[in-house]
């Protein structure tokens, strides 16, 4: 067996990097727009306000989050997440991975996050819709939902927010899915998404990377599974305790 650090790895970058060139020379030829394209703000808005008007749904999401080192050395962690909302105000979400197996419950009135492995659970009083829970979370517990920005019903306002340059990037396909890339600007970080193409204009890609960090690291959640006719019970949103499970405060931001 050759080491990672051997002619096989050495030729496996080799073709990497002559398919990345051929890329690269195929964008290069194309001059990057400045400002914003209408057309991308147009398949933009298509897919968030479409998303927003789905009352119930589930998506299963695949995540990466790189991490860099001190040394400048990226390393990759992965999740994945099973996410069930009901507007205006629950949402499930269950995430297993390398780093993380959580389990995150909004039913209303309280945002429950829930630790399986340590059977630890912390439980606040929470705003009476998903969007100001979303914000809540994210501003007063640092705190996350999986695909958060996407679930908000305000999500083009949100993702646009800061946006100084924006243009459609091709065609491409996700998940066997074809879409439309779109690919956008802010003063700290680019992102990019790709819209599923035809009547039901669903997210399917998201990117976004970090510019003001060093080495640029990038978190990815990919869609590989939607249901607009998702079959919820009593339990969905409701949390229940682990017989033995402790319950612990929530760490201030």
């Not at 969007?131 to 979370?137: H, P, R």
């Not at 501003?139 to 920005?149: C, H, N, S, W």
């Not at 800061?162 to 065609?171: A, R």
């Not at 976004?208 to 640029?216: E, Q, V």
Request: aromatic share 8%; with cysteine.
């Amino acid at each position: 067996m050759t080491s990672p650090s051997g002619k096989s790895l050495a030729a496996t970058l080799a073709r990497a990097c002559s398919i990345a060139a051929v890329a690269a020379l195929a964008l290069a030829a194309q001059a990057q727009p400045t400002g914003i394209d209408p057309e991308a703000q147009r398949l933009l808005k298509a897919s968030t306000d479409f998303l927003a008007s789905q009352q119930r749904f589930g998506v299963d999401t695949r995540n990466t989050l790189e991490v860099v080192l001190k040394s400048g050395q990226k390393i990759e962690f992965n999740h994945t997440a099973r996410t069930s909302v009901q507007r205006p105000n629950e949402l499930r979400a269950e995430r297993i991975g390398d780093l993380v197996q959580q389990l995150f419950v909004y039913d209303g009135k309280t945002l429950t996050l829930y630790n399986p492995k340590d059977k630890a659970f912390a439980q606040v009083a929470a705003p009476d819709t998903l969007e100001a829970m979303l914000d809540f979370a994210r501003t007063q517990l640092d705190i996350v939902a999986p695909a958060g920005d996407l679930l908000d019903k305000n999500a083009y306002r949100v993702l646009m927010d800061g946006v100084t340059d924006g243009f459609v990037v091709g065609k491409a396909v996700i998940e066997g899915v074809r879409c439309d890339h779109l690919a956008f600007r802010a003063p700290h970080v680019d992102w990019q998404i790709w819209v599923q193409e035809g009547a039901q204009p669903l997210p399917r890609r998201l990117v976004i990377t970090t510019r003001d960090l060093p080495n640029a690291p990038q978190f990815a959640v990919t869609m590989t599974k939607w249901n607009l006719k998702p079959n919820f019970d009593a339990q969905t949103f409701k949390f229940t305790p682990a017989a033995g499970a402790t319950k612990v405060d929530f760490l201030p931001r």
